[in-house]
């Protein structure tokens, strides 16, 4: 075996390089750079090993978790066909990527994750950053990864990378079992030197699989799609994974099946499809949820049925309805008793086409579809143009918005109100159009995510949509946007703190305490004095953005239009009026209230909870048996 002696990180980046991946007759190289934070456990090793491999470019950021949401943007947005690796020192530099490789996995993206680790060698513990433990010296910080990796490895010996890596790549290039992937790094082994075989540094073509589903699960979706009068599909953020839209468009041609979109899967249909219903669940339209609430067939496709999406377990109110999944993960596909089709969704879609033929849903209910869509597309125009002086409501700077964007640009945002009026209102033209980070809704993913999304394709147009909050969590990637010639358009609403959380917490019965951005008084020595004084213009200017202030919505149009001739990245700061909010759309969502208070308010959200909680079904019958 002819070998090359290299350090285990020259090894590890000699790798990576090489590692493609081939989907439907076409090749991508899987890791497109590292990106990082370099410390004494990273510098000597990974650092070293990058400069000899500037073909693998070394991006920085300015805060580790941000690395793995930049990641988990770029793989979003290239349908998981492409990623990047991230670097970190140990300890706190490690630690900071915990929250991000949680976010990767939820969401099912491929992040690879190389935190640095304490000395393998032992003998100068505890070093610099290590966590001690009296009772064992095999722990250490990086194994608080391990419940939020899908795999996840130790190397302790250089010729560890030779076995670990290629289950690394395995898991990272599945379409089932995605996620984070997490190689701990001890800062010593990384600069030792080993024998590596050559073959090892050979390009390497992950086949991105395309499964099929078994034939009699198959069958018995086919049946009960026939049989059904009622159905209705899920899209969910599968579909766009496995770029099955033009499939999805022509099954529901054919069927006449409407659809309602989860928040990772909005954008699977062009919204103004026929049969496009929009968001669906607790932040939906009122024409998915009326139809949701009676379809005797839900097809769940590529879809994991969080709790947004079911309502809680209460969207779907048909006693008799039954749930078709196709999903390339067999652990989605059985949820909800569903007839499980453990299957791709694109090559599902095409089968069951074929496999239809001639059925198609009454009149009818086309005709409810129809009147449903025509009412809700009213609505969104109402919300988008409600006029209000001197302040816009939240939903009239998305309007503004929409007007102001093309066809193939990408809208993106995570947490706050964003997300629930975003869902229901912004009009997606184009598969990815529609970038919402809500597996995990994670504060300050945006701007990060945003970097990530457009460098997938720089020929988009990114629309960033953040709060005053979440940009207060993660505003130095502005920076790293700048240092790498990224161009986005950040629009950021303050409404002084959190308007989400304050209007759950007003709902509850708590009258929004903790949640307003605002000086502790020195009378009542509670945070309720006047709005903290942030300037967000000056603080997003000062990291390098070019950077407006909108007053009203006639200001923020033009604002708009500046910004899309700008070249480099621009915050629009706007306030808006937060009593005005986007209401629900007869949906509900189970948060848990006090069950006993001293406080009235709360007496009484409990008592509406309780009823509420009521129309919460469990879905077990659909696997029974044909007696039953
Ligand atoms: C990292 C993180 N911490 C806390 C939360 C809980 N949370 C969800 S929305 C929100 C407030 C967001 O405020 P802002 O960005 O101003 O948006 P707004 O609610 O005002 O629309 C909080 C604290 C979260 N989603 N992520
Ligand atoms: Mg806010």
Redesign the pocket.
């Known amino acids: 075996m002819k070998t090359k002696r290299l350090t285990m990180a020259q090894a590890l980046l000699g790798f990576l390089k090489n590692q493609y991946v081939e989907r439907d007759g076409v090749e991508h190289r899987f890791f497109s750079g590292v990106l990082g934070i370099f410390g004494h456990g990273n510098v000597a090793g990974i650092g070293q090993a990058l400069q000899e491999n500037l073909d693998l470019p070394y991006i920085p950021v300015r805060n580790e978790q941000a690395a793995v949401h930049l990641a988990c943007g770029y793989a979003k947005a290239s349908n998981r066909l492409r990623t990047f690796v991230c670097t970190s020192s140990i300890g706190p530099g490690a630690t900071n990527m915990i929250?991000g490789a949680a976010l990767a996995t939820i969401n099912r993206l491929p992040v690879l994750l190389l935190p640095g680790d304490i000395f393998a060698r032992r003998n100068v513990a505890p070093v610099l950053q290590q966590l001690e433990s009296p009772a064992t010296q095999d722990v250490g910080v990086n194994d608080c990864f391990k419940p939020v990796s899908r795999y996840w490895d130790r190397i302790y010996r250089p010729e560890q990378l030779i076995t670990s890596l290629p289950e690394a790549m395995r898991v990272l290039t599945s379409p089932s079992d995605c996620g984070a992937v997490t190689l701990a790094l001890p800062q010593d082994v990384q600069a030792e030197a080993g024998d590596y075989p050559e073959e090892m540094f050979r390009k390497r073509v992950w086949p991105i699989r395309r499964p099929e589903p078994d034939r009699a699960s198959f069958e018995r979706a086919v049946e009960a799609i026939r049989a059904s009068r009622r159905p209705v599909l899920v899209a969910g953020g599968g579909v766009l994974f496995s770029e099955a839209s033009d499939a999805l468009k022509r099954f529901c041609d054919a069927t006449g099946i409407p659809a309602g979109e989860t928040q990772a899967g909005k954008g699977s249909l062009p919204y103004d499809h026929p049969q496009c219903l929009g968001a669906v669940g607790v932040t939906g339209t009122l024409a998915a949820n009326r139809v949701a609430r009676n379809a005797d067939l839900v097809m769940g496709l590529g879809t994991r049925f969080a709790d947004f999406t079911t309502a809680s377990m209460t969207a779907f109110q048909n006693p008799a309805v039954r749930f078709v999944n196709i999903n390339t993960a067999e652990f989605d596909a059985f949820k909800l008793s569903a007839i499980p089709v453990v299957a791709d969704a694109r090559v599902a879609l095409e089968r069951l086409t074929q496999a239809l033929a001639g059925y198609r849903v009454d009149a009818d209910y086309s005709a409810l579809v129809h009147d449903l869509k025509r009412e809700w597309e009213a609505e969104v125009e109402r919300l988008f143009h409600l006029g209000l002086e001197p302040r816009p409501a939240?939903s009239e700077v998305i309007g503004a918005m929409w007007e102001a964007s093309g066809p193939r640009d990408v809208l993106l945002s995570?947490?706050?109100?964003?997300p629930g009026d975003l869902h229901k209102l912004w009009r997606t033209r184009s598969p990815n159009g529609y970038h919402m980070e809500y597996g995990?809704?994670?504060?300050?993913y945006e701007i990060p995510g945003a970097i990530g999304a457009k460098l997938a394709d720089p020929s988009r147009e990114v629309y960033v949509f953040?709060?005053?909050?979440?940009?207060?969590?993660m505003p130095g990637e502005i920076v790293t946007a700048v240092q790498e010639g990224v161009k986005l358009i950040v629009v950021l609403?303050?409404?002084?703190?959190?308007?989400?959380?304050?209007?759950l917490s007003q709902s509850l019965g708590q009258g929004r305490f903790g949640?307003e951005?605002r000086l502790r008084a020195p009378a009542t020595g509670q945070l309720d004095g006047s709005f903290l004084p942030v300037d967000f213009e000056a603080n997003a200017r000062s990291l390098g953005a070019c950077a407006i202030r909108a007053h009203g919505i006639g200001e923020f149009k033009t604002a708009l239009e500046r910004a899309k001739r700008e070249d480099r990245t621009t915050v629009i700061v706007i306030e808006t009026e937060?009593e005005v909010r986007v209401p629900g759309y007869e949906s509900w969502w189970d948060v848990a209230v006090a069950e006993v208070s001293e406080m009235t308010s709360v007496r009484a959200s409990h008592a509406q909870y309780a009823e509420a909680r009521g129309k919460e079904r469990y879905h077990l019958a659909g696997l029974r048996g044909k007696e039953g």
């Open positions: 929250t939240q995570a947490a706050g109100s964003h995990y809704s994670c504060m300050g953040l709060g005053d909050g979440t940009y207060l969590m609403v303050d409404n002084h703190g959190f308007a989400s959380i304050g209007g949640t951005s937060r």
